[in-house]
């Protein structure tokens, strides 16, 4: 964040600083908090209030199947972030500053799609956190949304805004893990049947599994961990094994909180309940854990919700500030100031908050292929970039297939998005 980096958070060894050791330490533990924050901050992002909603309703209709569609989803986010996270990494440049080296005026183009997209999508991520704090204490959606809005923008408007976010993610993701797990357990699912759904599925629903990829891998989300790295000063040839590591354990996060919430909600369906309310995670929750299991939702969506407006904001807003050192300066207001247009506009519009969020998803698969076409190229043909590093010829290949499909994804996406207002 433009009001945390300095010397310390750029440079472990404390460069600059002289022979002052707990400067050197501070250096050192402001780093590793930043990449704690950069792993969550991309694991949170992907699981959204958008990623539960589709979740439940995936899981009701497919039942154990649904595992494989599970599966397929992260192994394209595998083949995605590893991918992102390396160039990015590597160059110590952020996507649209690659898109406008490869071919000016793409990285602008790049930067359009991701603030518009993202600001869709953060209004979808207020609505999340609105239903969350509508099932925790009963609030009105409109005012639960405002208030988990003003909580993000006094993140961001604090001193030392960079710090806030890395802790806040990493705590919240750790809540959300942990609440979910529980839920899992005592819905007592199939799991035996889950792992061989996930191989040999008796149902594979193309669309199902479009759909899930487009909303936890599209859009902003693909960034919002590598621009993160970027700010906590981990960059260049040098980090390639610390920027392996942090890719990597996000992904082990994403999955995670992917399959205990798919096993959450499978134990509630495979026990023959039909989840038919109008929030049938909670109901899967409610009938799992009672009036705790309640609770328990609504803190987990509140959690995914919050985090991913923050993700959303600030990830979006990275996008601009590269352009004008005035802008960089301004960084943190400029994030409150995104979130504040969000909640107005979740406030504003008249749609449901689960419309927003298919919506945002929609708009997300249109966004990937541009970005991540990009970055491939640089990945294949501009090493110069990246000072002269070799880019290892299997993760080239498996993100140009990954490539491929997110092109197929944008067209499915572009087909959809007129049917949700009709």
Same mark, same amino acid.
């Given at each position: 964040m433009a009001d945390d980096v300095s010397p310390e958070t750029r440079d472990d060894a404390g460069r600059g600083n002289g022979p002052d050791g707990p400067k050197t330490a501070l250096a050192g533990a402001t780093k590793r908090g930043a990449l704690a924050g950069a792993i969550f901050l991309m694991a949170t992002s992907a699981i959204g209030p958008g990623f539960i909603t589709q979740t439940t309703e995936f899981t009701a209709q497919l039942g154990a199947a649904f595992a494989f569609a599970i599966l397929i989803s992260i192994l394209v986010d595998i083949a995605v972030q590893l991918n992102v996270w390396r160039v990015i990494g590597i160059s110590g440049l952020r996507a649209q500053e690659l898109g406008n080296k490869v071919l000016p005026g793409v990285g602008y183009l790049m930067a359009v799609l991701v603030v518009v997209g993202g600001l869709v999508f953060n209004i979808g991520n207020v609505a999340g956190t609105s239903l969350g704090l509508d099932a925790l204490f009963g609030l009105d959606v409109k005012i639960g949304g405002t208030l988990s809005a003003a909580i993000a923008i006094a993140i961001f408007v604090s001193k030392r805004a960079g710090v806030a976010m890395d802790r806040l993610v990493v705590v919240l993701g750790f809540v959300m893990i942990a609440l979910t797990t529980y839920v899992a357990i005592v819905s007592g699912p199939p799991v035996g049947e889950a792992l061989t759904q996930? !191989? @040999?599925?008796?149902?594979?629903?193309?669309?199902?599994?479009?759909?899930? /990829?487009?909303?936890?891998?599209?859009?902003? /989300?693909?960034?919002?961990? &590598? %621009?993160?790295?970027?700010?906590?000063?981990?960059?260049?040839?040098?980090? @390639? !094994?610390?920027?392996?590591?942090?890719?990597?354990?996000?992904?082990? =996060?994403?999955? =995670? +909180?992917? =399959?205990?919430?798919?096993?959450?909600?499978?134990?509630? !369906?495979?026990?023959?309940?039909?989840?038919?309310?109008?929030?049938?995670?909670?109901?899967?929750?409610? %009938?799992?854990?009672?009036? !705790?299991? +309640?609770?328990?939702?609504? +803190?987990?969506?509140?959690?995914?919700?919050?985090?991913?407006?923050?993700?959303?904001?600030?990830?979006?807003?990275?996008?601009?500030?590269?352009?004008?050192? &005035?802008?960089?300066?301004?960084?943190?207001?400029?994030? &409150?100031?995104?979130?504040?247009?969000?909640?107005?506009?979740?406030?504003?519009?008249?749609?449901?908050?689960?419309?927003?969020?298919?919506?945002?998803?929609?708009?997300?698969?249109?966004?990937?292929? =541009?970005?991540?076409? @990009?970055? +491939?190229?640089?990945?294949?043909?501009?090493?110069?970039?990246?000072?002269?590093?070799?880019?290892?010829?299997?993760?080239?290949? /498996?993100?140009?297939?990954?490539?491929?499909?997110?092109?197929?994804?944008?067209?499915?996406?572009?087909?959809?998005?007129?049917?949700?207002?009709?």
């Open positions: 996930a !191989v @040999v599925p008796d149902t594979i629903d193309v669309l199902v599994i479009t759909t899930l /990829i487009g909303g936890t891998v599209g859009g902003y /989300i693909t960034y919002a961990g &590598a %621009h993160r790295l970027i700010d906590s000063g981990v960059s260049g040839p040098d980090e @390639v !094994v610390r920027v392996s590591r942090s890719s990597v354990t996000a992904l082990l =996060v994403t999955g =995670v +909180m992917r =399959v205990v919430l798919f096993l959450a909600i499978l134990g509630v !369906v495979a026990g023959g309940v039909a989840l038919t309310g109008g929030n049938p995670t909670a109901e899967a929750f409610g %009938h799992a854990a009672g009036e !705790v299991g +309640m609770r328990l939702f609504g +803190m987990v969506l509140w959690a995914a919700g919050i985090t991913s407006v923050i993700g959303a904001s600030y990830t979006s807003v990275s996008f601009i500030v590269s352009f004008s050192p &005035a802008l960089k300066r301004r960084q943190n207001w400029l994030v &409150a100031g995104f979130i504040v247009v969000s909640a107005v506009g979740f406030v504003v519009l008249d749609q449901a908050p689960t419309t927003l969020l298919i919506l945002a998803g929609a708009l997300n698969g249109l966004i990937l292929p =541009v970005g991540f076409g @990009v970055l +491939m190229w640089v990945a294949a043909r501009r090493s110069d970039l990246m000072g002269g590093y070799r880019y290892p010829r299997w993760l080239l290949v /498996i993100g140009v297939l990954a490539w491929l499909l997110t092109l197929y994804l944008g067209w499915n996406s572009l087909s959809g998005i007129g049917d949700l207002w009709s």
